[in-house]
């Protein structure tokens, strides 16, 4: 949808500290801040594999969120094509 690479992408939002990892490998977690603001939505669940199961955490923004962020990345290319 942003035409963004994702590890550029997952970058932005490290370097940013809109999003941070607890742990190496770990996935992506929302800063509180956007969190609060309603860019962000947190589900988590347990994922049945036949006789194993595992619980995970997903992350998505919301409307509010892509709108914001769309925004914000749009600026960030801008500012990196400028440099």
């Given at each position: 949808?942003?035409?963004?690479?994702?590890?550029?992408?997952?970058?932005?939002?490290?370097?940013?500290?809109?999003?941070?990892?607890?742990?190496?490998?770990?996935?992506?977690?929302?800063?509180?801040?956007?969190?609060?603001?309603?860019?962000?939505?947190?589900?988590?669940?347990?994922?049945?594999?036949?006789?194993?199961?595992?619980?995970?955490?997903?992350?998505?923004?919301?409307?509010?969120?892509?709108?914001?962020?769309?925004?914000?990345?749009a600026?960030?290319?801008?500012?990196?094509?400028?440099?």
């Amino acid at each position: 949808m942003l035409g963004a690479k994702q590890n550029e992408f997952t970058n932005f939002l490290l370097d940013r500290k809109i999003m941070y990892r607890t742990g190496k490998g770990a996935p992506l977690t929302p800063s509180a801040n956007h969190m609060h603001a309603g860019r962000f939505e947190v589900r988590a669940g347990n994922a049945e594999h036949g006789e194993t199961s595992h619980a995970y955490v997903q992350s998505k923004f919301t409307e509010k969120g892509v709108e914001w962020i769309a925004g914000e990345w749009a600026k960030h290319n801008i500012q990196s094509s400028v440099e």
